[in-house]
Nanobody
Framework: QVQLVESGGGLVQAGGSLRLSCAAS????????MGWFRQAPGSERELVAA????????NYADAVKGRFTISRDNAKNTVYLQMNSLKPEDTAVYYC???????????????WGQGTQVTVSS
C-alpha cells in the first residue's frame, strides 16, 4: 500500500510559479510510474505530466508543455511538478497518482493523493 501526500499548492498571480511535491510512503513507490493530474470545476480529471520510475521518460499534456516540468527523487520518494508561466486556466485541484504501468497511469492509477488546490489569478 502506497500513500501519497501532495503539498505546495496555493494562490499565485498569472505568470508566476509554483512547485508541487508528492511524498510517497508505505511501499516501493520508486518502482511506480508517477503522474500529476488536475481537475477544474465542471471538468474531467486530466493527466498533465507523467514520469517513468527511472525518470528517463517524461510526458506532458499539450496545454502545459514548455511551462511545467515533472521530476522525481527516488531517494526521497518524492515527485515534483514545477509550474512556470502559470495561467488562470491552470486553476484546478492537482492530484498525484502512482501506477505500475504507463497504461494503468493513464486509465486507472493504483494510488491517488488527496489533492492540492492551485489558483491562478489574472
Amino acid at each position: 500500500q502506497v500513500q501519497l501526500v501532495e503539498s505546495g499548492g496555493g494562490l499565485v498571480q498569472a505568470g508566476g510559479s509554483l512547485r508541487l511535491s508528492c511524498a510517497a510512503s508505505g511501499g516501493t513507490a520508486r518502482h511506480y510510474y508517477m503522474g500529476w493530474f488536475r481537475q477544474a470545476p465542471g471538468s474531467e480529471r486530466e493527466l498533465v505530466a507523467a514520469i517513468s520510475w527511472s525518470a528517463i521518460t517524461t510526458n506532458y499534456a499539450d496545454a502545459v508543455k514548455g511551462r511545467f516540468t515533472i521530476s522525481r527523487d527516488n531517494a526521497k520518494n518524492t515527485v515534483y511538478l514545477q509550474m512556470n508561466s502559470l495561467k488562470p486556466e491552470d486553476t484546478a485541484v492537482y492530484y498525484c497518482a502512482a501506477a505500475k504501468t504507463t497504461i494503468a497511469l493513464t486509465t486507472t492509477p493504483d494510488y491517488w493523493g488527496q489533492g492540492t488546490q492551485v489558483t491562478v489569478s489574472s
